[in-house]
C-alpha cells in the first residue's frame, strides 16, 4: 500500500443517563438490576389514553449540563416525538427534541498533552427518553425489557473536531468528570450510562488532492475502551480501502457499523445510511418548556469549576505533576478536600502525598472516597504541618492517618499516643551520638579513612543511634551531629 498523507476527522454522539430519582415523563423510579419489567407504568408502557407528565429536575440537570458545555441555553423549547418501530419502544414514538434543542453552539476544553487544551465545539444538546432493552439470551426468541423506558437521557453531539482516536478517548473521559462534578449522571460505564457513536472520516492528500473518504457511524459503544479502538480500527480501514477503491464521500454514501468486541473490528450494518423519515412532529400531551428568568438563574448557580480548570489550577497554583492534579480531580469531592487541606495549612505537595499515597488507598480498601473516611481536612493539614517540622517520620505519618480514619482523633494525640514522636532535641541526641561514636573506634576511623568504607561505615553509626532511642531520632538531627562531629 501506498503512504498516503490523510488528516483523520471524528465527531461524536453521546447520550448520558441522567441520575433523576424518576423517570422523564412518568413517577417510576431509576433503577438497575430489578426483575425485568418491574418498573413499568402506563406512562412508560405507552398504554392509549395516558398522559406524561414532565419531569422538572431532569430539565434541569441537562440544562445545567448545557451551560457547563458552554451552549447557549433555548428561552423556549419543546418536546417533539420521532417515530420509529421497534419492539423496545412501546409507543412507537421516542419523545425527544428536534429543531428547537435546549443547548446549542458550545465546547468542551479537552487536554491535549503538556498543559495545552482542545477546543471542540459542541454542536447541539438536547433532552429526550430512552427506549426499552431487547435481550437475546432467552434461546429461540427474544424478550423485551421495559424498566429503561422512559429514562432520561441527554444527548450531546459534537462538530468531528477530533483528530485521533486518543483525542476522542480524552472527550469522553473528559464528559464522564464533567457530568460527575455537577452531579447530573453517575456515568457509570458498567451500566450503560453513558453510550458512544462516533463519526468518522479521513481527508486523504493524493497527488496533490484531497479526498474524503465516506463518513462511517459505530454504533453503541459503551466503553472507552471500544471507542478508541473502534476509531483506530476504522482509520486504518477507511485508508486501505480509499487505496483500493478510491471511494470518496457523497451523498448518500455513509455507512453504520457495528463493533465487535472480541475481534476488535467493525462489521458492516447497513450500507447505504437511507434518509431516515422519522416524522418529527411537536407532541401534543407536553407544554413547551421556558427556560428564562429565576429558574435559569437558579440552574446556573449549580455550576462549579470544572475538572479540567481544577486540574490545571492544581499544577500551576500548587506546583503538582499533572498526573498528580489527574488523580485528585478524578473526583470532585477528593478534590475539594485537597484544596481545603492546603488552604487550612497543608504543603500542597505533603498533602497530595498523603491524600494520593494513604488516603486513596485506605478509601479503596474501605470502597468509599477519601471525604467519606471521616477525616477532617485541618486534621490532614495539621498532620502535613508535623512531618514538615519533623515531628514525625513520614512513614510515621501514614499510620497516623489511618488511625485518624479509624478513631477521629487528632494527629498529635495520636502520635503521641502510639508513641511516633520523633526525638529532635539536639543536646539530648548529641549525647547518644556521643556514646556511640565512643563505642564504635573502629568505624569512627573507616569514616576518617575516606572511600566506600566511609560511607558504609557511617550509615553504621547512623543505625546504631537509631537503635538506642528505638528509632524515635529524628534521622535529620542525627546526620548533621554526625556531620558536625566527624568532618
Ligand atoms: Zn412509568
Ligand atoms: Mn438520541
Not at 443547548?103 to 482542545?118: C, D, M, R, V, Y
Request: proline share 3%; glycine share 8%.
Amino acid at each position: 500500500m501506498e503512504d498516503l498523507a490523510y488528516k483523520v476527522m471524528v465527531g461524536l454522539e453521546i447520550h448520558v443517563q441522567l441520575c433523576t430519582r424518576t423517570k422523564m415523563f412518568c413517577g417510576c423510579a431509576l433503577g438497575f438490576g430489578e426483575d425485568a419489567n418491574s418498573r413499568v407504568c402506563p406512562v412508560c408502557l405507552g398504554m392509549p389514553g395516558v398522559l406524561p407528565v414532565m419531569n422538572k429536575e431532569a430539565v434541569e440537570y441537562a440544562v445545567l449540563a448545557a451551560l457547563a458545555l458552554n451552549c447557549e441555553i433555548a428561552e423556549f423549547t419543546k418536546w417533539d416525538r420521532k417515530s420509529y418501530y421497534y419492539p423496545d419502544l412501546p409507543k412507537n414514538y421516542q419523545i425527544s427534541q428536534y429543531d428547537l434543542p435546549l443547548g446549542a453552539n458550545g465546547f468542551i476544553e479537552i487536554a491535549s498533552g503538556s498543559g495545552q487544551t482542545k477546543r471542540i465545539r459542541i454542536t447541539r444538546a438536547h433532552l429526550e427518553e430512552d427506549a426499552g432493552k431487547n435481550l437475546h439470551t432467552a434461546g429461540d426468541f427474544s424478550q423485551v425489557d421495559l424498566n429503561r423506558t422512559g429514562t432520561p437521557l441527554l444527548e450531546i453531539v459534537t462538530e468531528p473536531d477530533m483528530s485521533s482516536a486518543a483525542e476522542v478517548r480524552a472527550l469522553a473521559v473528559e464528559l464522564q468528570r464533567m457530568v460527575r462534578y455537577l452531579g447530573v449522571s453517575e456515568a457509570d460505564m458498567q451500566k450503560g450510562h453513558m453510550r458512544f457513536e462516533p463519526n468518522i472520516n479521513l481527508v486523504v492528500t493524493k497527488d496533490g488532492a484531497e479526498y474524503k473518504t465516506p463518513i462511517v457511524e459505530v454504533k453503541n459503544l459503551n466503553s472507552f475502551r471500544a471507542l478508541e479502538r473502534s476509531v483506530d480500527f476504522e482509520i486504518g480501514r477507511q485508508l486501505g480501502e480509499f487505496a483500493e477503491t478510491g471511494e470518496t464521500m457523497q451523498m448518500g454514501n455513509k455507512s453504520t457499523r457495528g463493533w465487535d468486541d472480541a475481534k476488535e473490528v467493525t462489521v458492516l450494518q447497513r450500507e447505504k445510511e437511507e434518509a431516515h423519515d422519522y416524522r418529527y412532529f411537536p407532541e401534543p400531551d407536553l407544554v413547551p418548556v421556558e427556560l428564562k428568568g429565576r429558574w435559569l438563574k437558579d440552574v446556573r448557580a449549580g455550576l462549579c469549576e470544572l475538572p479540567l480548570k481544577k486540574q490545571m489550577r492544581f499544577v500551576s497554583e500548587y506546583g503538582l505533576s499533572e498526573y498528580d492534579a489527574g488523580v485528585l480531580t478524578a473526583e470532585r469531592s477528593t478534590a475539594e478536600f485537597f484544596d481545603e487541606a492546603v488552604k487550612a495549612g497543608g504543603d500542597a505537595k505533603r498533602v497530595c502525598n498523603v491524600l494520593t499515597q494513604v488516603g486513596l488507598k485506605l478509601a479503596n480498601e474501605k470502597d468509599c472516597s477519601i471525604v467519606e473516611l471521616g477525616i477532617e481536612s485541618e486534621g490532614v493539614a495539621q498532620l502535613c504541618g508535623m512531618v514538615e517540622a519533623g515531628d514525625i517520620s513520614a512513614s510515621a505519618s501514614a499510620q497516623v492517618f489511618e488511625q485518624m480514619a479509624e478513631t477521629g482523633k487528632k494527629p498529635d494525640v495520636l502520635a503521641r499516643e502510639l508513641n511516633l514522636i520523633q526525638k529532635s532535641d539536639a543536646g539530648e541526641l548529641e549525647a547518644i551520638v556521643n556514646k556511640v561514636l565512643a563505642e564504635n573506634a573502629q568505624a569512627v576511623e573507616d569514616v576518617a579513612g575516606g572511600g566506600k568504607k566511609s560511607k558504609k561505615a557511617r550509615g553504621f553509626l547512623l543505625g546504631q543511634v537509631m537503635q538506642k532511642t528505638e528509632g524515635q531520632a529524628n534521622p535529620k538531627v542525627v546526620s548533621e551531629i554526625l556531620d558536625s562531629k566527624l568532618g
